[in-house]
């Protein structure tokens, strides 16, 4: 009856930055996963999990004399037997302290349709997300901590759906 067991697994990415501006990796998650027992019901593992996924993602990190940055990303998700997802983040950052961003994912496969009788609606899936983001030491810049605001901005079947709080710490080790 344990529904959510922690198992063991295994991730595999390759990544690659150019100009020490762009950078690109893909990745792959949940790859031990296929090898579970599936009739051990102690260590179940939801089916969700049992599915590898491909992440693609390429991005930059744009450094202004002014001391502001801008870091567009672009992450592209598979989850084979699943859902595929966009996601388009924009963070700009000024001072090298404070940073504003905004996110947006949406489902690839959506708009799926509902018919209620005669009358038929598409629904759609496309979270929204706000962003804020704050380095707590200047002098190494190695913490920062950020916060953000996940929401449906699209015409969801699920009505009575709230968003949800992220709240990130981030440590960087040195070189």
């Known amino acids: ?3 959510y067991s922690s198992k063991f697994d295994a991730r595999f990415g390759v990544t690659g930055t150019f100009n020490n501006k762009f950078y690109m990796g893909v990745s792959f998650d949940n790859i031990l996963s296929l090898y579970t027992r ?3 019901y102690y260590n179940q593992i939801p089916p969700t999990f049992r599915k590898i996924n491909l992440y693609i993602i390429g ?13 567009p990303s672009v992450l592209f998700m598979k989850n084979f037997g699943g859902v595929t997802s966009l996601d388009v983040n ?3 950052t000024f001072d090298r302290s404070i940073g504003f961003g905004v996110g947006f994912r949406q489902r690839v496969e959506e708009l799926q349709s509902v018919g209620l009788g005669a009358e038929t609606k598409n629904y759609s899936q496309s979270i929204l997300r706000p962003m804020i983001q704050y380095q707590l030491n200047k ?26 709080h992220d709240l990130t710490l981030m440590f960087e080790l040195p070189k």
Request: glycine share 12%; aromatic share 8%.
């Open 59 to 71: 991005g930059a990190n744009l450094l202004y004399d002014s001391g502001m940055q801008l870091q």
């Open 1 to 3: 009856r344990n529904i």
């Open 38 to 40: 599936k009739d051990d």
């Open 139 to 164: 002098l190494n810049q190695s913490i920062k901590i950020g916060y953000c605001y996940s929401f449906n901005a699209g015409n969801s079947l699920n009505v009575g759906s709230k968003g949800s």
């Open 90 to 92: 924009a963070m700009v």
